[in-house]
């Protein structure tokens, strides 16, 4: 019996398997095994066993040439076949550029070569999961909706609110980027230009040509940007402005996730800090309302700095107070006090000073205003 090209999943043990081209068995772990008699199933085979499930059917494609378009002009070659061949790993990629079969205009190209409105690419064939077992595995993206703070043929500047991640991946399906493309179909090109952490709210660009996103990476690389941060911290900054400096290393737990820490050995990072008012429930919860200014931009910059001053953002469920984080949710305040106000750059096409700002969310004014009033707020 011949089998199809199957990627399957152990639902027990995690761990996938599959077979490289037709005709492969495939050995399936646990009574799944014992059940197929050690061969590759067939899709509607695998539905029957307990353990096991399609994660891709493997496809072959023909030899194709695609014309790049005007929404890919100067976009590196990697990057172009990585949005033409989705699902690929990067190592395949790079070695299909390297052996050559990859062409640009009929010659070769290195990874880094920069392809151009017009321009012929010839790609090789190559599996890739079939469109019929992709969609019936994965959940199109719901549209969103959120405030515009700034839009015209290049730009669009969003509201992001807390707990919506910017993109999808590791566990999360679809993100704000995924979503906007299902909300705007008519859209040929819509990019991220930056990030934000999923608990954090605020301005978020993305563009919509891709100089226009090429233009903004380059004033981000050379600090050209003006980006500003408000947050509700734990303890009493002072009311005037410190630098913060500390060099940041970024590792991995055993969980997976992404964590940050404070080493001499890690990469430079600069906030200043300027504290606008104070707010005392008590002498045991005293609170500030802080501007935070970036310098740099590290991952998670912000939320270390501050508590590694020793005043962690209220609602930092990774790096904040987890004790005080309990008492504010009990309390009825669950999100991260930590919103992106403002964010200054030029204009990609006409050079002009942008600001685009983004209101204090409805949050931050409840909390701010919980018993006694903070302050006058400075700005």
Known sequence: MKCRPLRVKCLRSGRSRSNSREGDYLRLPGPDRRRSGGRCPTYNEVEHFEYISVIEELAPRAMRMVD??????GQRLDNFLVHQLKGV???????????GEVRVNRGRASADARVHTGDQVRIPPVRTAAPAIQARSLTPPAPIVMPILWEDDELLAVDKPAGVAVHGGSGIAHGVIERLRASRPEARFLELVHRLDRGTSGVLLIAKRRPALLSLHAQLREGLTDKRYRAIVSGRWPLRSKRLDWPLVKTLTAQGERMVYVRSDGQSAATIITGLAHRDIDANWPMTLIEAKLETGRTHQIRVHCAHAGFPIIGDDRYGDFHLNGLWAQAG???????????????????????????????????????????????
């Open 68 to 73: 790049v378009g005007e929404e890919h002009d």
């Open 89 to 99: 790993p990067k190592s395949h990629l790079y070695k299909m550029i390297r052996s």
């Open 333 to 379: 305040w669950r999100r991260m006090y930590l919103h992106a106000y403002q964010m200054t750059f030029k204009h990609p096409v006409s050079g002009q000073s942008t600001l685009v700002v983004a209101p204090q969310p409805p949050a931050f004014e409840n909390l701010l205003q919980h018993h006694a009033s903070f302050g006058p707020v400075a700005g």
